[in-house]
């Protein structure tokens, strides 16, 4: 193992971690928002899923390529990855948002809006609580998502983990790839099991 | 006296389909009027009327002499008790926030609300050390359902809608709540509009039985009224009585 490497490890997995954070921020309070929205405008519904999916299917690493050329959100960095990586952790978060809100028991809403709810209490005292399971595991989703194809941000100059493993791949080098999987995984499964308990604990039934 | 609900030739539509039709009747203070009905009769519509749950396509539903149109949706709900098959509770609160709900909503002083629930839960026959904290999944389907009418009784509304409230309960249950509804209407003396279509549960509880068929009234008149009733349709609920006798 070449001298420093448990160093870049660590600052790397910081970068990624960092990244990733940021991507998820973004995506959920957008998606959340968006999901909301959504229920309110059922006319959009098919517009705003449709974008999500269609950023979905499109091929990580072309995604991150198509970015590049875009004036003021494209180029070569950071901030061009966090923008792909909002794009891809957005549908699910959009979709379990709009899944977990109308998924409420329409006899509850309807007894709720007939006990003299405004919108605004419906909504956050009724829907987003009972939402919320559905609402993090969406969350819990992209977020593990994200970890994994924030690896490919390297492609583009946008560092993180994925440097190791670039780098790797270029020398064909087995431990300096490993140096940047095996961090991703785990930091993957901390995010995986730490949600997974958040969302039990934030379920109100 | 001016009455407490009154339709004045209400009709509603969903694109082609006319689910009432030219109705106008008339509640008085006190009394309970019960709409009958087969599925599909629109009774049910016709009590989301009332609340303004839904808004007559044309003529006019009027509470206390004012247009549901014209009302604050919301101050006219948190006056009006509501009460539906499914029940309704909120699954994350517990019995006691979701019969304080509306008293809540009305910023009642906490302790203020802690009496009244205490006092409405008393009222059902669920003791309120045994089960103001528990959440609605710990209840049996009858016990949901006296919440369901504590919370609606909750702010003291002058006006209550049920909507075939127990018609989910098994018999024993179901005659148990019919009781209890009869008590409470001694005390309380509200007006109330009950929906159903259970002839025998629509003798024994409405003051005024109101027969709907196909979105219009066909009969309107008091239980022993309606026992001599002539129309086809009252005759053929009618028939579900004689039938249980003979069985």
């Not at chain 1, 809100?101 to 709720?112: F, K, L, N, T």
């Not at chain 1, 270029?170 to 995984?185: E, M, R």
């Not at chain 2, 006319?18 to 016709?46: I, M, N, P, W, Y």
């Not at chain 2, 019969?99 to 906490?110: D, K, Y």
């Amino acid at each position: 193992m070449p001298v420093g490497l448990p160093r870049e490890i660590l600052d790397l997995t910081l970068e990624h971690l960092g990244m990733v954070f940021v991507s998820v921020f973004i995506a959920a309070t957008a998606g959340i928002a968006g999901g909301i929205l959504l229920t309110r405008r059922p006319v959009w519904q098919g517009w705003l899923l449709g974008f999500a999916n269609v950023m979905q299917t499109v091929p990580s690493l072309a995604l991150f390529g198509f970015l590049i050329p875009i004036p003021l959100i494209g180029g070569i960095g950071k901030h061009t990855a966090i923008i792909a990586l909002v794009l891809y952790a957005l549908l699910p978060i959009l979709r379990n948002t709009l899944a977990g809100i109308m998924g409420v028991d329409p006899a509850v809403r309807e007894s709720a809006i007939a006990m003299g709810m405004t919108g605004r209490q419906l909504l956050w005292e009724v829907e987003l609580p009972l939402a919320a399971r559905t609402i993090l595991a969406g969350v819990r989703v992209a977020t593990v998502t994200t970890i994994g194809t924030a690896t490919i941000a390297a492609a583009i100059g946008g560092g993180g983990l994925g440097v190791f493993i670039f780098r790797g791949l270029a020398s064909v080098d087995t431990t300096l790839i490993l140096a940047g999987a095996v961090p991703a995984a785990a930091i993957a499964l901390l995010a995986d099991g730490g949600l997974g308990w958040a969302e039990k604990k934030f379920s109100p039934v | 006296m001016s009455p407490v609900v009154a339709f004045r030739h209400v009709s509603y539509r969903i694109g082609q389909r006319e689910l009432l039709h030219d109705l106008s009747f008339e509640v008085q203070a006190g009394e309970t009027l019960v709409l009958l009905g087969r599925s599909g009769s629109g009774k049910t519509t016709a009590l989301k009327m009332i609340n303004g749950l839904l808004r007559p396509t044309s003529g006019e539903v009027l509470v206390d002499d004012m247009p549901t149109t014209a009302w604050d949706p919301i101050r006219l709900r948190r006056r009006t008790g509501y009460v539906i098959q499914e029940v309704g509770l909120f699954p994350h609160f517990t019995v006691s926030d979701n019969v304080g709900l509306v008293p809540r909503l009305e910023g009642w002083p906490p302790p203020d609300v802690r009496a009244r629930t205490e006092a409405l839960l008393a009222q059902v026959g669920l003791p309120y050390a045994q089960f103001a904290a528990r959440y609605p999944r710990e209840l049996s389907g009858g016990q949901r359902q006296r919440v369901g009418v504590a919370r609606a009784l909750a702010a003291d509304p002058p006006l209550l809608l049920f909507d075939e409230p127990f018609g989910a309960l098994d018999p024993v249950t179901r005659l148990e709540l019919q009781r209890q509804f009869l008590a409470l209407r001694r005390d309380l003396r509200k007006t109330a509009i009950f929906v159903t279509h259970d002839v025998r549960e629509a003798l024994v509880l409405g003051s005024r039985i109101g027969l709907l068929h196909q979105g219009s009234l066909v009969q309107l008149a008091p239980p022993q009224e309606f026992l001599r009733a002539s129309t086809p349709e009252a005759k053929a609920f009618l028939a579900c009585l004689d039938w249980k006798r003979e069985g």
